[in-house]
């Protein structure tokens, strides 16, 4: 069975930066995309955006392109959301999700992110 | 990329069926035969539905059901049961000058 364990989340300053890590395990995650979504608090899904098995190809949503950086590591099987010029908007809880048919099959439980001065 | 459009609420009595929509674009929903469901319970993870509009992943009873005509999609919840009182969401593949993915505004599903 798929796990993701998502950390790195924390309180930062608007305009600072953070870094948010998950950890995979249960799959083989050298072929699979992966993606994170964020939702809000007391809001709903937002998809920021995903990368393909070899991360050799990435997509963004429009509000976060330029800011935030998706990445990977295979060889430790995990993925990565590096954050800056952080806004009041951008905190939520962040999860780590496994695409897999269109869709989004296996979910982390989060890790939050709060944007506060 | 505006969110796809579901109704805030639905309600049934158990034993009911309901059906949540979701409308979209050419763009995406109507565009593709790429809609996903989820359902999310109060502080916890979304768990995956319904792919590919009408497919259901193994261990996700045969009592949810997805169709899509045109640029909606429908979840279908048959012999409504206490625990399927969540909040559902719609998704879909998106590509105007790249490609994204977009989720609906998402639906409070109330037994009565």
């Known amino acids: 069975e798929a796990q993701l364990v998502e950390s790195g989340g924390g309180l930062v300053q608007p305009g600072g930066s953070l870094r948010l890590s998950c950890a995979a395990s249960?799959?083989?995650?050298?072929?699979?995309?992966m993606s994170w979504v964020r939702q809000a608090p007391g809001k709903g899904l937002e998809w920021m955006a995903n990368?393909?098995?070899?991360?050799?190809?990435?997509n963004y949503v429009d509000s976060v392109r330029g800011r935030f950086t998706i990445s990977r590591d295979n060889t430790k099987n995990s993925l990565f959301l590096q954050m800056d010029s952080l806004r009041a908007e951008d905190a939520a809880l962040y999860y780590c999700?496994?695409?897999?048919?269109?869709?989004?099959?296996?979910w982390g439980q989060g890790t939050l992110v709060t944007v506060s001065s | 990329q505006s969110a796809l459009t579901q109704p805030a609420s639905v309600s049934g009595s158990p034993g009911q069926s309901i059906t949540i929509s979701c409308t979209g674009s050419?763009?995406?929903?109507?565009?593709?035969?790429?809609v996903s469901w989820y359902q999310q319970h109060p502080g916890k993870a979304p768990k995956f539905m319904i792919y590919?509009?009408?497919n259901r992943p193994s261990g996700v009873p045969d009592r949810f059901s997805g169709s899509k005509s045109g640029n909606t999609a429908s979840l279908t919840i048959s012999g409504l049961q206490a625990e399927d009182e969540a909040d559902y969401y719609c998704?879909?593949?998106?590509?105007?000058?790249?490609?994204?993915?977009?989720f609906g505004t998402g639906t409070k599903v109330t037994l009565l």
């Open positions: 999700v496994r695409d897999i048919s269109w869709g989004f099959d296996s």
């Open positions: 249960g799959f083989s995650f050298s072929s699979h995309w």
């Open positions: 990368i393909k098995p070899d991360g050799s190809h990435k």
């Open positions: 050419s763009s995406d929903v109507g565009g593709y035969n790429y």
């Open positions: 590919e509009v009408n």
């Open positions: 998704s879909s593949y998106s590509y105007i000058t790249s490609a994204t993915y977009v």
